[in-house]
């Protein structure tokens, strides 16, 4: 994970916890209908997002996992005590090393809460592993990377879409193109994790097809990696269904009032498609 998301988790821990509180909960017509905040879920979320690592949230039986997914972090996870809910927030980390923590989570069994920041494989992986969650009103949610790109567009991407080469294509096949192999692997595992969670692998795909098309239509290329789709609660909903047992009105958009932090260092390309600026700035377009 790159050292940016890192540097969130202190700002992270108040500033959208305060922003969502401001924001009033009556529904626009046609928009989805959401639950109401608990001022206790509210207090445990508040004290957790202040509490960084992985940890019981002192004189409860409240489990706060508040930390990026790497084994270090997990297996403190699988250490703790059985608790009456898990509240999750996490800037992501190795969609491989995720499925593991997502094991974890399936053995323990308890209800979880997103709240906050749940990034990269926390949304790929973590989230449609998770059986009862509640979505809490803090909630950013976002998939890192266009994860689904094919090899053909992925080669031909920062180089005026040429076609690959025939020694190109040999050393894909061959799993000599390293940067290729990275970028399939991120995919069969998302496929694979899908299916053993019995959740449509459309999750992935259709967020990912929206940040293609994205990326398509704006003026400056990045690496495929370097794009963030946000989950909104229709996508969320269409695809986890009954495992959603709560849902508060979270960031739904680039433009959302909740999505102050990332406004102030992304770009958006679309309504829920994104690029870091630095990123942007690393792009020299």
Not at 28 to 48: H, I, M, N, S, Y
Not at 60 to 79: G, R
Not at 143 to 163: F, S
Request: hydrophobic share 45%; glycine share 6%; charged share 20%.
């Amino acid at each position: 994970m790159r050292s940016w998301l890192f540097a969130l988790l202190g700002a992270l821990a108040i500033a959208p916890f305060a922003q969502a509180q401001a924001q009033p909960h009556a529904q626009a017509e046609g928009a989805p209908a959401f639950d109401r905040p608990d001022a206790k879920t509210d207090q445990l979320v508040e004290q957790c997002l202040a509490t960084e690592g992985v940890t019981m949230l002192e004189g409860t039986d409240v489990i706060c996992y508040n930390a990026a997914i790497f084994p270090e972090q997990f297996l403190k996870l699988n250490a703790l005590p059985e608790a009456s809910r898990i509240i999750i927030t996490s800037p992501g980390g190795n969609v491989a090393t995720a499925r593991g923590m997502s094991t974890i989570l399936d053995n323990r069994g308890e209800p979880a809460v997103i709240a906050g920041q749940c990034m990269s494989a926390c949304a790929m992986v973590i989230l449609p592993g998770l059986d009862e969650v509640h979505i809490h009103h803090t909630a950013h949610i976002a998939v890192h990377g266009i994860t689904m790109m094919d090899y053909r567009t992925w080669w031909g991407w920062l180089k005026d879409d040429a076609p690959p080469t025939p020694i190109a294509l040999m050393s894909a096949q061959l799993g000599y193109d390293f940067g290729y192999v990275m970028h399939r692997s991120g995919a069969d595992h998302m496929r694979d994790h899908l299916e053993g969670q019995h959740v449509d692998v459309a999750y992935i795909e259709r967020i990912s097809d929206q940040m293609l098309d994205a990326a398509l239509d704006f003026e400056c290329r990045v690496d495929p990696k370097d794009y963030w789709g946000m989950l909104d609660a229709d996508h969320v909903r269409a695809f986890l269904g009954d495992r959603i047992i709560r849902m508060e009105a979270f960031a739904q958009s680039w433009s959302d009032p909740n999505n102050q932090i990332y406004r102030d260092i992304t770009q958006p390309i679309s309504d829920h498609t994104y690029i870091f600026k630095d990123d942007l700035a690393d792009a020299d377009c």
